[in-house]
C-alpha cells in the first residue's frame, strides 16, 4: 500500500497569517501519461463529515476559498492557507488515489495561536 | 441539491452482521461510482469499498475483504453495505461517499454523508 505521512501532526496560527501543511507518499502518485498527481486534500472539522479541497494535487474545488492552495508533485505536496480564518480550525488530510487502496495521511490539526 | 443519508449503523456482537444504507438524492445515481469511507473513534479515515456506477465492479479494502458486501439498488438511488463477522476493529463511523468520477471510480471523493455509527463489542 503506498502509505501517506503528513507533517506536522498540529499546528497553531494566528489569525490572518499563513499556515502550511506538508504531506508525503512512500512512493510518487504521479501518472506520466496524463501528467497529473492523484492527490487530494479534504477538510474535517469538528462533528462533520471531510470536504474535499483539492484534487490532482493542485486544483480547487469549486466554492472552497481561494485561500486554500495545493502544491508539489511526486511525493512531496503542501496545502497553503494563505491567512487562516477562525472557520479553518480543522484536520486537514491528504489522500493519494493513484493505487488501489486509496490512503489517507494521518491528518494536520490546525488551531489558532 | 447533494444528499447522501446513512442508515443501519448500530450495536452488534463480535461475529454478528449489520447491513448498512445510504440513501442518495441530487444527482444521477447511476452515473457515478460510489463509496464506503469509515473512522475509528479519535481516528483517521480508511477507505472500505468503492462500487461502479453500474454495480458491476466492486473493490475492497483488505481488511474488510471477504466479509463485507457492497452493492447497489439503482432503481432506488441506494447503496449498501453488507457486513459479516464483524470484529471489534471494525467499530466506526461509517461514511457513504460520492466519488467525482462517471462510471469507474477514481477514489477520491466529492460528497459525503453524515455517517453511521458501527459498535462491535460485547
Known amino acids: 500500500d503506498v502509505v501517506m505521512t503528513q507533517s506536522p501532526d498540529s499546528l497553531a496560527v494566528s489569525l490572518g497569517e499563513r499556515a502550511t501543511i506538508n504531506c508525503k507518499s512512500s512512493q510518487s502518485v504521479f501518472y506520466n501519461s496524463i501528467n497529473k498527481n492523484y492527490l487530494a486534500w479534504y477538510q474535517q472539522k469538528p462533528g462533520q463529515p471531510p470536504k474535499l479541497l483539492i484534487y490532482?494535487?493542485?486544483t480547487r474545488v469549486s466554492g472552497v476559498s481561494d485561500r486554500f492552495s495545493g502544491s508539489g508533485s511526486g511525493t512531496d505536496f503542501t496545502l497553503t492557507i494563505s491567512s487562516l480564518q477562525a472557520e479553518d480550525v480543522a484536520v486537514y488530510y491528504c489522500?493519494?488515489?493513484?493505487?488501489?487502496?486509496?490512503?489517507f495521511g494521518p491528518g494536520t490539526k490546525v488551531g489558532i495561536k | 441539491e447533494v444528499q447522501l443519508l446513512e442508515s443501519g449503523g448500530g450495536l452488534v456482537q463480535p461475529g454478528g452482521s449489520l447491513r448498512l444504507s445510504c440513501a442518495v438524492s441530487g444527482f444521477t445515481f447511476s452515473r457515478y461510482a460510489m463509496s464506503w469511507v469509515r473512522q475509528a473513534p479519535g481516528k483517521g479515515l480508511e477507505w472500505v469499498s468503492s462500487i461502479s456506477g453500474s454495480g458491476g465492479s466492486t473493490y475492497y479494502a483488505d481488511s474488510v475483504k471477504g466479509r463485507f458486501t457492497v452493492s447497489r439498488d439503482n432503481s432506488n438511488n441506494t447503496l449498501n453495505l453488507q457486513m459479516n463477522s464483524l470484529r471489534a476493529g471494525d467499530t466506526a463511523l461509517y461514511y457513504c461517499a460520492k466519488d467525482d468520477s462517471y462510471g469507474f471510480p477514481r477514489f477520491y471523493f466529492d460528497y459525503w454523508g453524515q455517517g453511521t455509527r458501527v459498535t462491535v463489542a460485547s
Open positions: 490532482w494535487a493542485s
Open positions: 489522500q493519494q488515489y493513484y493505487r488501489i487502496p486509496c490512503t
